[in-house]
């Protein structure tokens, strides 16, 4: 099999993996958990507190109200710890409010949609398209264009390097594929500032959309896999075993500087994915010229450069398989995560790496013991097809840019049990301040039996924000079940809640507690 034939083979799969991503819709990072007031509310007035919850912290990228009668304006909001708070828009009187909001996850994705409410009538509803940018696709299949372009060429560089000069036909692409990273990152870095603002290709230009490119991560990274292409270029030309070495690195480091590394919930994502990177560098990257290189070899001269080119391979397969467990098992993994389509593209993405395993198996049991005897084996077709897997895989986790991993769920709302000798209670927030809340209770006696009191009032204090007393009254839903109307908790808190039950004109029992955020799966 002639070298060209075999890169004709992994870049026809390459293109279908890139069509397939192409078509594809994003899917939120950050999870979007809730808002005050709800989506779709009918309220008397404009609220004095408007607040979106998600599962991390975000970034304010782009905030617009439009107002009944269609006018827009700019809105100002502030980020805390997982709630983005926004300032209320002008009264424009009755009818439909609409909150288009786009946020930047931790590992610097965006993510976009519409917080709907309206005053006295509803007139309208959220503008189509305010879930989503279709430039996400766009992002993922110039980053998986250029991140193959990038692991082909610094691969052979490598190879060149560490075992013989690359055959013709490969460093006829591998050259040119270097010279393609810096276009075809620059196409990704404008994809990407427009993915962040929600705009469509025709504001490719606009100095809105490359601000917001040059600051996101993104930016970092492409930077990195340019040096490291022109450095991979260097080495193929000149053979500069210095320059392909720190290729090599750089192009792993480039993957650490942006995605989900960035996000997750150890700094061990870090050095952990830049070994999964050098690893998968080498690996993927030097099946091509090894299958191209088997083709004028005699079956003694293949076996013979099969075995020495899989000591270091075998290491590398160690690092990149145990690496890859490591980003899987520090995600929070559940029963519910295998539903998810991070948790179907990843076992797709295995499946095809037992696949590559199994080849390279094949070649180290098989292959070269019948080589050595002198008899034929098809290695040049087999290692052509494992390069050609290894740029499926690569595109597949690409895709995780469109089904990201499992986040940490979002802490249960604040909640207190309060137990004494003469009543006890179990009061609860609505939702996790600040944001406008409504408290729930259930009352009973000391014997555990459900009681009502003539009256029930509430005070919480945050006494380290210095905000408070706010008084409110609850009222009756059903026996021992009370609530109150939404009060608006300035600050995050903690809340220190004081409750008083008016028993009878001469008896009153007071019942103290601080309102304590619960993890989900903690005690």
């Excluded at 909150?99 to 590992?107: G, I, K, M």
């Excluded at 070495?245 to 960035?262: E, M, P, Y």
Aim: charged residues 10%; aromatic residues 6%.
């Amino acid at each position: 099999m002639k070298s060209t034939s075999i890169a004709g083979m992994a870049f026809a799969v390459l293109l279908g993996l890139l069509s397939l991503l192409w078509a594809s819709m994003a899917n939120a990072h950050a999870e979007f958990r809730g808002s005050v007031p709800a989506q779709d509310s009918l309220l008397d007035g404009v609220p004095a507190v408007i607040s979106l919850e998600f599962s991390e912290q975000v970034g304010v990228l782009a905030l617009t109200w439009h107002l009944p009668g269609g006018r827009e304006v700019a809105a100002v909001g502030a980020a805390g710890a997982t709630t983005l708070t926004v300032q209320p828009p002008p009264d424009a009187g009755r009818g439909t409010y609409v909150l288009q909001w786009r946020v930047a996850s931790a590992d610097g994705h965006p993510v976009g949609g519409a917080l709907v409410f309206s005053v006295g009538e509803v007139t309208g509803s959220a503008s189509p398209g305010a879930e989503g940018s279709a430039t996400a696709s766009a992002t993922v299949a110039f980053r998986a264009a250029m991140v193959a372009a990038l692991v082909l060429s610094v691969g052979a560089a490598v190879f060149q390097t560490l075992f013989a000069p690359v055959p013709p036909g490969v460093a006829r692409l591998a050259t040119p594929l270097a010279v393609l990273v810096m276009p075809l990152g620059v196409l990704w870095l404008g994809a990407e500032g427009l993915d962040r603002l929600g705009l469509p290709f025709g504001a490719f230009f606009q100095d809105d959309v490359w601000g917001q490119a040059l600051a996101s991560p993104v930016a970092r990274t492409v930077a990195l896999a340019m040096v490291a292409a022109a450095l991979a270029l260097g080495a193929l030309l000149m053979q500069w075993r210095l320059a392909a070495f720190s290729a090599w690195a750089l192009a792993a480091l480039s993957f650490t500087l942006s995605g989900h590394a960035l996000s997750a919930p150890s700094w061990t994502a870090l050095p952990l994915t830049f070994l999964h990177g050098a690893a998968l560098l080498f690996w993927v990257g030097s099946l091509l010229p090894l299958a191209a290189a088997m083709i004028p070899l005699p079956p003694a001269g293949r076996a013979k450069f099969l075995r020495r080119f899989s000591r270091p391979a075998v290491a590398a397969v160690l690092v990149l398989v145990g690496s890859g467990a490591g980003l899987i098992l520090m995600r929070p993994l559940a029963v519910e995560t295998l539903a998810t389509p991070w948790a179907r593209l990843l076992g797709v993405k295995l499946a095809l790496v037992a696949a590559m395993l199994a080849l390279a198996l094949w070649h180290r049991a098989r292959a070269v013991p019948q080589l050595e005897r002198g008899q034929a084996a098809p290695v040049a077709r087999t290692i052509g097809l494992e390069a050609a897997l290894g740029l499926v895989v690569l595109c597949l986790a690409m895709g995780f840019r469109l089904a990201p991993p499992p986040t940490t769920p979002l802490a249960d709302p604040p909640s207190v049990h309060i137990h004494t000798t003469k009543a006890m209670a179990d009061v609860a927030l609505s939702a996790t301040p600040p944001g406008a809340v409504s408290v729930s209770l259930m009352l009973a006696d000391a014997d555990f039996v459900p009681f009502d009191p003539q009256e029930v009032r509430l005070d919480l204090t945050d006494p380290v924000a210095g905000i408070g007393p706010l008084t409110v009254q609850a009222k009756r839903d059903e026996t021992g079940v009370w609530s109150t109307a939404p009060v608006t908790l300035p600050s995050p808190g903690p809340w220190e809640v004081r409750l008083m039950l008016l028993i009878s004109d001469f008896e009153q029992v007071t019942l103290t507690g601080t309102l304590a955020t619960i993890g989900m799966g903690q005690p």
